[in-house]
């Protein structure tokens, strides 16, 4: 079985890419720190999938360690998700972000190439378009600059791909564009754990529909959209697991250097009011939220054109809106 070692694999994409790997007849190594996760979601990992997972906590950024887990097993290709992503704290803390985010991929792309793995995919982000001119965003899409720090480092670690593959016989690298990943494993076993206040919608509005949390504040309901409140493509975690699958099947395909960049998103864009609406209706709860001014900085409405990665990985995502909102909800309830 082929060993993929997922960096931030603990984590909310890494966990659910996890479950969809050895799905694929694939075995998931996992490395995470725990800085932004907690070790029972590998118990969690073994009772969706049966098998208990190689797990290692430590930082991606120390080669030594990387090296060690290779002694152990033949890692055939990475997933690197290990990053940190509050755009907030990386606005106040720039440097923490950059070492970690920029960092960790030098040092990831040096033991490779030490130990002859050619093969990568890397998580980046929308983030990377900005608010883009045209709607659908392709990936030719003219990449603007970035709105923080965080966004700089997956602009910055795209950059360093590129100019890798170049320059290394046999690499082979995907980065994927997520748009905004909601929704949990069906289970319920995992699902999105933030620490402290959500950054994101999907968990603020279940956690106040859990009593957790007061109310939800829109920020704007006066843009140019047909509600007025902001427009996101929400892209449900396992669909967006399944295309890290795609990637390193498709990375496995290639004869020589590689570097592609995919959008991952539905297609469709949501506003904030039809997310919450769409959870109302699947949960029976009705939200206690109120309209706030526009919040600065925001993208007003961006959407994927995924034309690409419907038809060169020949993905193409099967969960709806409101199936993101029943697993999310689910999700939620299990955790009291
Ligand atoms: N969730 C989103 O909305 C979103 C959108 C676009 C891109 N991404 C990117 O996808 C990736 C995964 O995001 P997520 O939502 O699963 O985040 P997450 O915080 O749930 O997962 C990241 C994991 O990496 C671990 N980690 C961080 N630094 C580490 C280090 N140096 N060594 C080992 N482990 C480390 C954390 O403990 C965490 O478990 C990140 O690179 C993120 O920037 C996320």
């Known amino acids: 079985m082929?060993?993929?070692?997922?960096?931030?694999?603990?984590?909310?994409?890494?966990?659910?890419?996890?479950?969809?790997?050895?799905?694929?007849?694939?075995?998931?190594?996992?490395?995470?720190?725990l800085s932004n996760s907690y070790a029972s979601v590998i118990d969690r990992l073994e009772e969706i999938t049966g098998k208990r997972f190689a797990f290692y906590q430590g930082d991606c950024n120390k080669k030594s360690l990387l090296k060690s887990i290779a002694d152990k097993h033949k890692i055939e290709g990475v997933i690197h998700f290990a990053a940190f992503k509050a755009v907030g704290e990386s606005t106040a803390q720039?440097?923490?972000?950059?070492?970690?985010?920029?960092?960790?991929l030098m040092v990831l792309l040096q033991f490779m190439q030490e130990r002859g793995i050619r093969d990568l995919v890397f998580s980046s982000s929308c983030t990377v378009y900005g608010q883009p001119d045209v709607l659908p965003v392709t990936e030719s899409t003219p990449r603007k600059e970035a709105e923080s720090p965080y966004g700089n480092t997956k602009k910055i670690c795209e950059d360093i791909l590129i100019d890798y593959v170049k320059s290394k016989p046999g690499i082979r690298v995907i980065s994927l564009r997520y748009f905004n990943p909601i929704g949990a494993?069906?289970?319920?076993?995992?699902g999105e754990l933030p620490i402290g206040t959500p950054n994101n919608l999907?968990?603020?509005?279940?956690?106040?529909?859990?009593?957790?949390?007061?109310?939800?504040?829109?920020?704007?309901?006066?843009?140019?959209t047909?509600?007025?409140?902001?427009?996101?493509?929400?892209?449900?975690?396992?669909?967006?697991?399944?295309?890290?699958v795609k990637a390193l099947a498709f990375l496995n395909g290639q004869e020589n250097n590689f570097?592609?960049?995919?959008?991952?998103?539905?297609?469709n864009g949501n506003t904030v009011l039809e997310v919450i609406h769409a959870f109302e209706k699947v949960s029976g709860v009705k939200l206690n939220y109120v309209i706030g001014p526009r919040r600065a900085g925001d993208v007003v409405k961006t959407w994927a054109d995924t034309t690409k990665i419907n038809t060169v990985l020949g993905w193409h995502p099967h969960y709806s809106l409101e199936d993101?909102?029943?697993?999310?909800?689910?999700?939620?309830?299990?955790?009291?």
């Open 202 to 224: 999907v968990p603020f509005i279940t956690q106040v529909a859990a009593g957790i949390r007061e109310k939800l504040t829109v920020f704007g309901d006066d843009y140019d």
């Open 324 to 336: 993101c909102m029943r697993d999310s909800w689910n999700w939620q309830k299990s955790l009291r």
């Open 2 to 33: 082929k060993k993929i070692l997922i960096t931030g694999g603990a984590g909310y994409i890494g966990s659910h890419t996890a479950v969809e790997l050895w799905k694929a007849g694939m075995e998931p190594i996992i490395l995470d720190d």
């Open 259 to 267: 570097y592609d960049v995919f959008n991952v998103g539905t297609g």
């Open 185 to 190: 494993h069906s289970s319920a076993k995992i």
């Open 94 to 104: 720039p440097l923490k972000y950059y070492r970690n985010n920029v960092g960790s």
């Open 226 to 244: 047909v509600d007025g409140s902001c427009i996101r493509d929400y892209i449900h975690v396992m669909d967006l697991a399944d295309a890290h």
